[in-house]
Nanobody, 120 residues
Framework: QVQLVESGGGLVEPGGSLRLSCTTSGQIFAIYAMHWYRQTPGTPRELVATLNSGEGTDYAGFVKDRFTVSRDNLRKNIVNLQMDSLKPEDTAVYYC?????????????WGQGTQVTVSS
């Protein structure tokens, strides 16, 4: 069974940094793309960053030049989201999402989310 588990959320002051991690496990034959989304109460989830299978990256305009998505150098089943110069408006629950091939089927999986709070 495929699982995605996020970690690294917490409380940080404006201007600070956090690194989120998404660990994938289970019978995964291929990963087409990994995404980070975020959501605040009463709003739809919004796409923050994407890491595709060719290691290309894409970012939402509101995080460009502040956030970096990458795969862990040693543990290839972990994708990180480095968040710098955090702003109060970055406060949200952050979710990891994977488009992958498992048991012969291309499917989409979500993690449980991790809270990020930016406040002084």
């Amino acid at each position: 069974q495929v699982q995605l588990v996020e970690s690294g959320g917490g409380l940080v002051e404006p201007g600070g940094s956090l690194r989120l991690s998404c660990t994938t496990s289970g019978q995964i034959f291929a990963i087409y793309a990994m995404h980070w989304y975020r959501q605040t109460p009463g709003t739809p989830r919004e796409l923050v960053a994407t890491l595709n299978s060719g290691e290309g990256t894409d970012y939402a305009g509101f995080v460009k030049d502040r956030f970096t998505v990458s795969r862990d150098n040693l543990r290839k089943n972990i994708v990180n989201l480095q968040m710098d110069s955090l702003k109060p408006e970055d406060t949200a629950v952050y979710y990891c999402n994977a488009e992958l091939l498992s048991n012969g089927r291309r499917s989409e999986y979500w993690g449980q989310g991790t809270q990020v709070t930016v406040s002084s």
